[in-house]
């Protein structure tokens, strides 16, 4: 796949209205599951630093906010499953309700690494957020508790989503024309 010049070359998939409307719904509900509890929201870097911005604005607790880096190994636009730490925590998570807010889930391999490393640490509870999920991709079913949209098997970005570092600028989510 060839880096397009433009933005222009992006067809929208998901509109930023779109993606405002559902990032309200998502917020309200999180906020209504987690009344009275200790949150602390996870962020996965890069690619969800828009989502999340956005998404903890539209919840309605007291919150900490803490980020971890990952990035896996491979070609650009498959997942290999071998997941390496680029950033850790700033705090320790142990007796915390974390909720995991990710940009895309594709194969679940990157999950997959990240719940296991996370419940050695000894969290009161662990949730997952995804904006996106690529059903088709699934290698690994991790159960996402709260799901913006199901998309395609594209690959897609926009709204912190990348190609080789670009496009994360996007508002909105699109797919990349192909030929
Ligand atoms: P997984 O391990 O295959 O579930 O992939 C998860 C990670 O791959 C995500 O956190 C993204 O960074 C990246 N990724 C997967 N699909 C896409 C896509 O369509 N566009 C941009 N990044 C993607
Ligand atoms: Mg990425």
């Not at 060839?2 to 933005?7: C, G, T």
């Not at 509109?15 to 962020?43: F, H, Q």
């Not at 419940?119 to 690994?140: D, M, N, T, Y």
């Amino acid at each position: 796949m060839s880096l397009p010049a433009l933005a222009t070359d992006i067809e929208t998939l998901i509109s930023a209205e779109e993606i405002r409307v559902r990032t309200i719904e998502l917020g309200r509900e999180i906020t209504r599951d987690y009344k009275g509890k200790d949150l602390t929201i996870l962020l996965i870097l890069k690619g969800s630093f828009v989502f999340g911005a956005d998404l903890v604005r539209e919840i309605d607790l007291p919150l900490s906010v803490d980020f971890i880096g990952l990035a896996s190994y491979g070609a650009e636009t498959k997942s290999s499953g071998v997941v390496r730490i680029t950033q850790d925590l700033s705090r320790p998570v142990e007796g915390r309700h974390l909720l995991i807010v990710e940009d895309i889930i594709d194969t679940g391999l990157t999950m997959k690494y990240l719940l296991e490393n996370l419940q050695s640490r000894h969290p009161k509870s662990i949730k997952v957020c995804s904006l996106l999920e690529k059903p088709a991709g699934v290698q690994h079913a991790t159960r996402i508790d709260y799901i913006g949209f199901t998309i395609p098997d594209k690959f897609v970005v926009g709204y912190g989503l990348d190609y080789a570092e670009r496009y994360r600028n996007l508002p909105f989510v699109g797919a990349m024309r192909e030929g």
